[in-house]
């Protein structure tokens, strides 16, 4: 079992539409990171998250350290948010390594 | 300010050659990472430098892959000889500091996708 799951695996939306991409995972974290790329391009870090919620834009995230879960939500979806979303965890245990989930590949069609 | 820089964007080689690919981090940074990442997947870490010592290359096949950062700036990776199996696009990442000193974000290049044919 991977230490990083996200879902949905694919997310196919409508212009307009509320996008939110899951993030679970199971060891203890000291941060976790959301991550955007685009096809043929590098990373970009959207967030960096330790506790509660943050927002930029029409993007937020929020993290549940009990739960062990996190979310990443897009309001007011565009068609230029089609990317891969990853979810990216900072494991305690491991020396602070950076760990990422599989993605989750977001189209918005127009 | 400059982000992470690779080079070169794209390389296709045939199995057996050797091929290299170079990564110039955002200047200052002295935490370097280099990742593969396949198709479909999320990145993988090869190699972690703190300045120019290797601190973490536990996934780094190292019959084949080699990595330096002699300066504790640039750094470069190795593949010799390649294999089909290495098509992926290797990532670069930089941070101001290690993870060991707390988390930190970590900024990454555009990547070099290699196709071993």
């Known amino acids: 079992k991977n230490e990083v799951e996200q879902s949905p695996q694919n997310l196919t939306a409508q212009e307009g539409e509320f996008i939110t991409i899951n993030c679970s995972y199971s060891v203890g974290i000291s941060a976790l990171h959301w991550l955007q790329q685009h096809p043929g391009g590098g990373i970009v870090s959207l967030f960096m998250?330790?506790?509660g919620k943050k927002k930029h834009g029409r993007l937020i995230a929020t993290i549940n350290i009990q739960e062990k879960h996190s979310s990443l939500h897009i309001t007011a979806s565009h068609p230029r948010d089609s990317a891969v979303y990853i979810c990216?965890?900072?494991?305690?245990?491991?020396?602070?390594?950076?760990?990422f989930g599989g993605g989750t590949r977001v189209l918005v069609k127009p | 300010e400059a982000g992470v820089v690779q080079s070169p964007r794209y390389k296709i080689i045939e199995k057996k050659q050797p091929v290299a690919f170079w990564c110039n981090p955002i200047?200052?940074?002295?935490?370097l990472y280099w990742y593969r990442q396949n198709l479909g997947q999320g990145p993988e870490l090869l190699i972690r430098y703190e300045n120019e010592e290797a601190v973490d290359d536990s996934q780094l096949p190292k019959d084949r892959f080699s990595a330096e950062r002699l300066k504790g700036v640039d750094s470069t990776l190795k593949i010799q000889p390649a294999e089909l199996g290495d098509s992926a696009v290797y990532l670069c990442?930089?941070?101001?500091?290690?993870?060991?000193?707390?988390?930190?974000?970590?900024?990454f290049g555009p990547g070099t996708r290699l196709t071993v044919l």
């Open positions: 990216a965890v900072v494991i305690k245990a491991a020396g602070n390594k950076l760990t």
């Open positions: 998250l330790s506790s």
């Open positions: 990442a930089s941070s101001l500091v290690g993870p060991g000193a707390g988390a930190d974000t970590q900024y």
């Open positions: 200047s200052g940074h002295n935490t």
